[in-house]
């Protein structure tokens, strides 16, 4: 990995995920399959300019499903990698948050 901008990929909004920035003050990214938890701070606390706690990371698996016209045919939907991040008291990520 060369610079910050390549850690993180995405915000998960789902609502799991929402429930848990509103709740327990954790934002959820989909993050590169070789960024590693310090890697991930750094990248959130320089691009949002708020102080990370906690970082747990998830390697989500690849998942396979049929079509629905032909029963043969597989496609696979590719394995990436989560990081739940947890904000100190107080900070917020106002991208997560929408038009108030």
Request: net charge positive; glycine share 2%; no cysteine.
């Amino acid at each position: 990995m060369t610079s910050i901008y390549d850690v993180l990929r995405r915000p998960i909004l789902t609502e799991k995920s929402t429930h848990q920035y509103l709740k327990l003050n954790q934002y959820v990214f989909e993050v590169a399959l070789d960024a590693n938890k310090p890697a991930i701070k750094n990248a959130v606390q320089t691009l949002f300019d708020v102080k990370v706690e906690k970082v747990s990371t998830i390697v989500m698996p690849a998942k396979r499903s049929r079509r629905s016209q032909s029963r043969r045919v597989l496609v696979r939907r590719s394995a990436y990698k989560k990081a739940i991040v947890t904000l100190a008291p107080g900070d917020t990520i106002r991208a997560f948050e929408g038009v108030r």
